[in-house]
Structure formats: C-alpha cells, structure tokens
C-alpha cells in the first residue's frame, strides 16, 4: 500500500483515503462519491480496528461482511482498497498511540474510555499508509471528525479531513452498521433519536436559543420511547465540544441511546446562516 | 518548510533531517556530517521543545546561542535550517501527543515524567512537516533513539531512524549542551562518567557477564567522585530496556549522574560481535 500511494504521489495525483471498517451502507459510499469528485486514486481502507472497541463492547460481533463489502466498494468506483491483516497493524510489540487531550475526554469518550485512543491511533497510521490528500469522514461521528481535524492540524499532517453529510433512511434513522444489532421493535424505537432532534430543531427555528429549553424538548420526546435508554443529551459547541447555555455560534445537538444493548448516536448541526439569509442558522439533519 | 520539502520530494531527492535543540557541539555536526552522506538536501532544525522539559527542569536557562548555531551548521554544510517559532509548533489550541508506552516508562522516563511524550510529540510533528527519508539522532540518548524507532514502525512512518556513535572530548567526557552548565570543579568530576563505563568495559572483556557484578564496578567508581550524585546505573538490554541479569546478547550499560544541579547521562553499548571476532562483544563507547 505505502509503494502504491508513494507511486501515486510520485504521478502528482490527487489521493483520497475513505476510512472505513467495513460493513457498508450507503454512509459509507457517499463518503466514496464524495472523494471520487475531488481525487484520483480513491482508496478505501477495510479495518475492523480491535483498538477502538472497549474490553465489553462488540468487536468480536461487529458486522463483518467481506464479500458484499468488496463488491459495494468495487461498484462505487475505488480504485484500491486497503483491507489490512490485525497482526500486520498491530503486531506483538506495538506500543505506539496518538492521543487528543480534552476533546476526547467528553461525551463519547466519557462512554466509551479508550475508544478515541484507538481511532486516532488507527486513522494516524492510516494516513500515513496511504498519504492521501484528502480523508472523508462522516458527520454522525460529529466529535470523532472533529478530534481527527485536531489532531491532523496538531502534528503537522499532510491530509485534509473532509466532513460529510449524515445519510438517513427515509423514516430518518441516521445509517450506521450498528443498525444491524436491531431487533424489529428496537428499529421502530430507534426512529425517536431522528424525532427528537427535529423536535429540537422546530424550537430553534421558532427562535429558541436556550439550551436547557432545548434539552428539556430532546428529554421529552426521547422518554416518550420505552424502547429507548438515553445516554446523553447535550448542545454543545462545535468546536471544543464543551456544553453551552445558548446557541450562538456553530453547536452540534448530540445524542447518544440505547436500545436494547444497542448503543446508536446522531446529531444535528446548526451553522451560523449566511449574510442576507432569513434565519440566523441553518440546521443540517 | 512543508512546501521547501514537498518540492525536494517531488525532485526525487533524498532528504536528511538533523533534529537538534541548538547549543550545536561536534556531537550535532557528526550526525551533519552522516547525513551529508547519505542525503541531499540535509535539513537542520533548531527548536528549544518546552515539551519536553518537566515544570522543574532547566527549560529557561537551556542555552540558547542562534547566531553561533547558524554558523557552526552553515559551516557544516547544512542546505537549509528549520528554526520554527514556539508558538507556532504549540498554538494555544493544542491537544494532540504520541506516546510509546513500555519503553518510555523506565530509566529516563521515570526519572524526567512527561519528558518523552514530549520529545516523540515533537518529533513526530518535525517529521511530518519535513517529511525526511532518514533522520539522524546520537546514541547519547540511546532511549530516546529506541523510542522515536518504536514510535516509526508503531505508526508507519515514512522516514528511516540512523542512530550515530556519541562522540567525545579528549578525557572522555561525552559532548553535551549541558556540560556548559558545569562549575570547574564539577567540569573535572564529570569525567568519572566514562571512568566508570571503561571500568564496566574492561570487566566485560574479562568475561564477565553477571550484571551484577558489573553494577557494583559502576558504584564503586562513582562513589569514588564525591561530587558525583548517581540517578541509575543500570544494565538492560537494548531492544526493551529492561534491566537482565546476564549480558547475553545487545545490552546497553546506561547512567544517570547529578553534578550539582546538572543531570548528564552516558552510555556504553554492548553489540554482539561477528563471526570470527576474538571476543563475542564488542564495546562501543
């Protein structure tokens, strides 16, 4: 792989890494369109990272779907794919990791301790196998975009990081492999993180800047779904991630739920509206 | 800088990084003279990594002699020096280290907290902004050298580690920015540094190999300077830096010695020797 990018390089060409861990959905292959728009070659990487799994969490039973996700890859048009051995990424002596203080101490990684550890040190190795140009991420990983920008800016990286839309079914559930775990009940349930955050976003586009107000919406709409165990519910600013008691400036409203042992989270981004536009922020859903 | 070494990248040339924290001796300019063999164009850089310095270490009154520097490295034949800003490599929004765990937890890593998540951080970001083919570090700091190589295959990097022999004044004192810190006195009692090691050599190429043995020759000669305050003497073998019983294949004999307020080390490096060699070590001081 690195003597197939170094090649590339070498051509002048424009190389785009989508970072994935397999399982596809059509998330992941927007984030391929995306890249095929700016660069050539399009590589994809395929690494179910052990590293980002908490000792409890699902790694042993993540969705592993080798065959279908080679052939979705290979219809949406990349060029390689890069699909690594775990013992070739981690071998016996590897004592090595990137870490992103503060950002990743909240939120998702307040759930989940270790798991941004072990995204930053996957992603950081990945950028330097492939030495893309560009790298394209979700939004529904709103914080763990953000920590990766973080980092890419803090250590001097090559590679931009581009932030792309989240894909929805149409009854609004935020794509996600984990989708999968759902039994039928669960799936119907799990529609309420989509209904909350629209919730939200009727009360911010009648004027509501409070974020208590806002909050006390997301709580409500959220416990009106038996099936659904909230984790969290925060509006937080977009760039440190901290929590604000107004919506002034860029803020993601995220939420984490479970349903069943099935832990889903979405977002929604508000961003300051452009001059001479009738609201003062558009919301992205 | 970026662009300076995306260019020589392009040119296909082969380029050397020399990093260094200034107060230049001949130990700098023989890893110059290295990569000048190995490498066109050789890059310098000169940066005082507050990073890498504990709250309670000599940060402030490091020396720091730029014009000098500029000189000696000019002279040396250098193509080009890297001098950033310190508020340019650390904005005041930064979040992101690399650690190598295992390794950095012993020996200096205990006895300076903190010190090589600073130096890998600082590194890494060095080596990513001039994106070198080797980079040059001396064996003085034969565990920062073992760190930066775990941390470069650990994470993929695209640059080649070249560790060069310490170099040395006449009486054997190895050459140093600190030793400018040195009273007279002290200056004369620093020497018992390589005293102590060639006495460590001489029992080796008796035969000795119980490590042991080999730590209570290093007191004996340490005790024997009064001015001389001992940190660690230890035997550890050179892949893990832990301390063995038995010197049975590459061994690093390491010390830690105050003189005053001054800290300096020194090492003696034990390599297997080749075939047919009279001894089954050779000693490099």
Redesign the interface.
């Known amino acids: 792989m ?1 003597e197939h990018a170094r090649q590339a ?2 051509e ?1 060409r424009i190389i785009g890494l989508v970072p994935t861990m397999g399982a596809l959905h059509r998330g992941h292959l927007a984030l391929v369109h995306r890249a095929k728009q700016q660069c050539s070659p399009v590589i994809a990487s395929l690494f179910v990272n052990p590293k980002q799994f908490g000792p409890k969490e699902d790694f042993a039973k993540y969705p592993r779907n080798f065959e279908s996700d080679v052939e979705k890859f290979s219809a949406a048009g990349i060029d390689s794919l890069f699909a690594p051995d775990p013992d070739e990424m981690y071998p016996p ?11 990743s101490d909240r939120l998702e990684g307040r759930s989940r301790p270790g798991h941004f550890r072990g995204v ?2 996957v992603v ?2 990945l950028l ?2 492939v ?1 893309p140009h560009f790298a394209y991420f979700g939004r529904k990983d709103a914080q763990q975009a953000r920590i990766i920008m ?2 890419v800016r ?5 590679s931009e990081i581009v932030v792309c839309p989240i894909i929805r079914e149409a009854d609004g559930l935020a794509l996600s492999s984990r989708n999968a775990y759902l039994a039928a009940d669960e799936r119907r349930a799990a529609t309420v993180l989509h209904r909350a955050l629209t919730a939200a976003r009727e009360e911010l586009s009648a004027g509501v800047r409070d974020t208590l107000q806002l909050r006390t919406v997301l709580q409500r709409v959220l416990n009106s779904e038996p099936l659904a165990a909230m984790d969290y519910a925060e509006i937080v600013d977009a760039d440190t991630f901290e929590p604000v008691a107004r919506v002034a400036r860029p803020c993601y409203v995220l939420l984490a739920v479970f349903f069943g042992k099935t832990r889903l989270i979405d977002n929604l981004y508000i961003e300051p509206a452009g001059p001479g536009a009738h609201e003062d922020f558009v919301y992205h859903l």
């Open positions: 690195k390089r070498a002048n002596v590897f004592h090595t990791y990137v870490t992103v203080e503060a950002l930053t040190t950081m190795k330097q196998i030495q973080q980092m803090d250590l001097n990286l090559d």
